[in-house]
């Protein structure tokens, strides 16, 4: 079946633009995340939607940051005002459901982010 | 300190070789563990749970010590198709919903 997708798959932009990234979960995933992964650095968790529930935004890096997922499907991060320091590859991954050891995140391929 | 300390390697072995990873993590109250494999460009892929009685799946054997807070990863007779990057991930007491990944070890399997 048909795995996450992301897109785009690369995006350059402009310091001072802002960007919209979308994500694809696996369908009937009720778990969704986004996590960045900068140059000689590990993942880096950002955000989680379970369900209905408030999401954890406890990794956003500053109020620049933001996502939605909307009926509980397709995600989109977006990035306001960019900086050279928010390029990176963004990658998001889905779940069956939150929580667990046996909980599997599928990660999509990754928007890579170029900011000039 | 980072909350999961890996060597980033490289590793580079012939093939056939046995090879060993380790992995620490600062959360003593940390949930779950995994190993994730990581090709050069390509998102990551869980390659194996890791449980306080060691697991074991065809080459590879995962161990976690809980009271040193330390993971282990090896590979027996290592192939070409082994090399890639291997990042050690825990997941916070209360739930894995939010996956905390190591850098990762760089392993380089050589003819």
């Known amino acids: 079946g048909a795995g996450v997708s992301q897109s785009p798959s690369n995006k350059v932009t402009e310091k001072g633009k802002d960007v919209e990234l979308r994500c694809d979960p696996i369908?009937?995933?009720?778990?969704l995340y986004w996590y960045r992964q900068s140059l000689g650095q590990g993942l880096e968790f950002l955000i989680y939607f379970q369900g209905n529930s408030a999401p954890d935004k406890s990794g956003l890096p500053s109020d620049r940051f933001s996502a939605e997922r909307t009926g509980g499907s397709v995600s989109t991060l977006t990035i306001q005002r960019t900086q050279q320091e928010d390029s990176a590859v963004y990658l998001c991954?889905?779940?069956?459901?939150?929580?667990?050891?046996?909980?599997?995140?599928?990660f999509g391929p990754g928007t890579r982010l170029t900011v000039l | 300190r980072k909350e999961v300390e890996q060597d980033p390697g490289p590793f580079n072995v012939p093939e056939g070789a046995t090879v060993a990873f380790n992995c620490t993590y600062s959360?003593?109250?940390?949930?779950?563990f995994f190993w994730y494999r990581q090709d050069c460009r390509k998102e990551p892929k869980l390659l194996m749970s890791?449980?306080?009685s060691g697991n074991e799946d065809g080459r590879f054997t995962a161990q976690l010590n809980r009271a040193s807070q330390y993971i282990s990863l090896l590979i027996r007779d290592s192939k070409l198709s082994d090399s890639a990057t291997y990042l050690c991930v825990v997941t916070p007491q209360g739930g894995g919903n939010k996956l905390t990944f190591g850098t990762g070890t760089q392993l380089k399997v050589e003819l």
């Open positions: 959360n003593s109250a940390s949930q779950s």
């Open positions: 991954a889905s779940s069956l459901r939150g929580g667990g050891a046996t909980n599997e995140q599928f």
């Open positions: 369908s009937g995933h009720t778990a």
């Open positions: 890791v449980y306080s």
